[in-house]
Each structure stands twice: as structure tokens, then as C-alpha cells.
């Protein structure tokens, strides 16, 4: 598949370009390669790409998520239906002769222009993940509410023993083809036939089951198998698994969109994980070895003598596991050195001498003065930052 172009070098504007600049480029892009004006063997494709590039940067949080990530931020938050719903082709073209904002999307996506019934609406379904399902991969089933073909009617809306009539108005075309004169010639627009909405048939004795639609409300039970190392945010795309039109179009599609939970101890980078282990000043000063959580278990880290707060310690292959199954990230262990807040008499003394053993002279007590113990606490958070 051939690299996408950068959307504002598609519609010939800047990065900086204003909301009115963008529509602005659009409709006269537009009116150049649509479909039903422009004689170009690349018209379509075109129209498409410019079409794209508009429903994207016309919409904030889009234009946002694009120019930060580029269209890898794009395509992880978005089917391609889910661009362009919402918006207003109709008022842009308005005046041009065009179809209006059906008419584009189901250029796209498979209806309008005679090719034949759309296709059912895309559903989106939200599954959170721990990090722990994250390592391991996870095989589960989801309950999804859509609209499935009536088993009654078979999809056809008309009660059984019967059958639709054909629409007089498009002549089961489900298309009504209109010509309008305008200052660039005369422009021949096919739009949805309203008086059967595509269908090509009017139902004159409905299915008393979907009431003529052809569709009926479930919740299906659907097991999928999300496998390991995915990222926050993903999808995976279940074919046909989406609403079913009625019309005799196929099924939409199913996003289930992946939310990676935040974890009470790791952060995340990529396959990596971070952990944070507090360790006493004496463990810090003398070494020690401490013990760690990992995903699947625990593990032990050396800690060697003389460590300073900060300090990280690698644990090979213990993070998470890497994507097409090349190895597993590693666990950093950060240790952060702990402060004791209080001290016994005992434990005030020993550290009193061992701030003698480093030539440290006590000061003259005041009630204003601090403590060598104080000092002693300083000097040690000072070396932590």
C-alpha cells in the first residue's frame, strides 16, 4: 500500500492554516476532481484524498492527534468510516451541483453511485486490559448490542409468503439520477431514491417481527483472542461483525478498541517497565540485596555498596514481551534511598559517632541550631539531589 501524502500538502495549505483557509481549498479542490465533473481517469481517487484530508484537519481533535503523531495517530483512534462521520459535505458543495454528504460517504464505503446497498454502521466496543493480560495475551468473550438481519423475513421486511414491491420512483435502482444546468455545464448527480431510502423496494405487507425493517435488536456473544505486547489505544477490527443494514448490504465491522489499564507499581515504555524500590541509607552505604516484583513473580537485585539514590539496575527479559514475538523487554529497577523521619536515642547515638568517624565537629547546641542529625539528613538528601 502506497504511503499516504501529508494531508496539508494534499490541500495545498500550510500547517498553520486557519478553519476558513481549510474549507476554503476543499471546495475548490472539490469542484475539480469530483467524480460527476471531472473527465480525469484519477477523479475519484482524488476526491477521496482530498476528502480525507478535509475531514480530518476540519475537526480539532483530529487535526491535533495528526499533526502530533502524524497519521499513525490517525489510523490508531479511527476506522476510516469514523473520519468522515459528522461531517457536512452537503453545506460545502452546496450550490456546486453535487451530492451532498451521503453521497460522499458512500462513495467511500460502498453504496451510492450504483454500486449497490450500503453497508451497516461500524460498532465500537471498549476493552480494558491490565498490563498482566498485556504480557500473557488474553482469549475472551465480549457482549455486543447491534442490529442483526431479521430471521424472520430473511432481511426482506415484508411478513413471510409475501415480497416487496419495486419502488416506482428509482425502479429498484435504489438511485434517482437528477440534472441540473449550472455556470460550469450541465452536471448529472445520482443520489439515495427517498421515497424507498436505497432500497429498491417498498415493503406494502411488513414482517411483524422488525416491523418492515428488516432488522432486529440483539446482544451477541463474540470471543476474541487479543494477543500480547499491545499498546494502549490499538483496535482490533472484526469484520462484518457490526450492525446489519436491512437492505440487503453487507454487515459493518466491529472496533474493539484496547485501553491498557495503569498499573499500581510498573510504568510503561514500549516493552520496557519501570519499577521504583525504596532502600535505607544503610542498605545504600554497605549493599545490600532486595527483592522485586515482576509480571510473573518475584526477583532479586543486587544492590552493591555505596549506591546512590537514582541508581538503576537492569533485569533482563523480565519486562513485556516484544511485538511479533522478538524476546521480551527488560525491568528497570530505580532505587530511591529512604529517610528515616524518626530516630530512637540508640540510633541517634550511632549515627552522632559516625559523624565523628567522618572528622564531622558537632556544633554548639542552641535551640535555634540544628542537630548533627539533621545535618547528617541534609547532607543526605543533598546527595539524593
Known sequence: MPEKK?????LGVPKEASEKEIKSAYRKLAMKYHPDRSDASDAEERFKEISEAYAVLADTDKRKKYDQFGHAGINSQYSQEDLFR???????????GFGGGESIFDMFFGGGRGRGPARGRDLRYDLNLTLEQVA???????EVPRTESCPTCGGSGARPGTSPAVCSSCRGSGQVTRAQNTPFGQIVTSTTCPKCGGRGQIVTNPCSDCSGTGRVHRTRKINIRVPPA??????LKLRSQGDATGQGGAPGDLYVVLN????????????????????????????AEVEVPTLNGRARVRVPAGTQTGSVFRLRGKGLPRLQGL??????????IKIPSTLTERQ???LEALAGEFGEKRPAQTEKEKSIIDKIVDEVKSAVH
Open 136 to 142: 500473557t495475551g488474553l482469549e475472551t468473550t465480549i
Open 6 to 10: 501529508d494531508y496539508y500538502e494534499v
Open 86 to 96: 459528522g461531517v457536512n459535505f452537503e453545506d460545502l458543495l452546496r450550490g456546486f
Open 348 to 350: 541517634k547515638q550511632l
Open 260 to 287: 491498557v489499564l495503569p498499573h499500581a507499581q510498573f510504568q510503561r515504555a514500549n516493552s520496557d517497565l519501570l519499577f521504583e524500590k525504596p532502600i535505607s541509607i544503610t542498605q545504600a552505604a554497605l549493599g
Open 327 to 336: 524476546g521480551s523487554g527488560d525491568l528497570h529497577v530505580k532505587v530511591k
Open 230 to 235: 499491545v499498546e494502549d489505544g490499538q483496535h
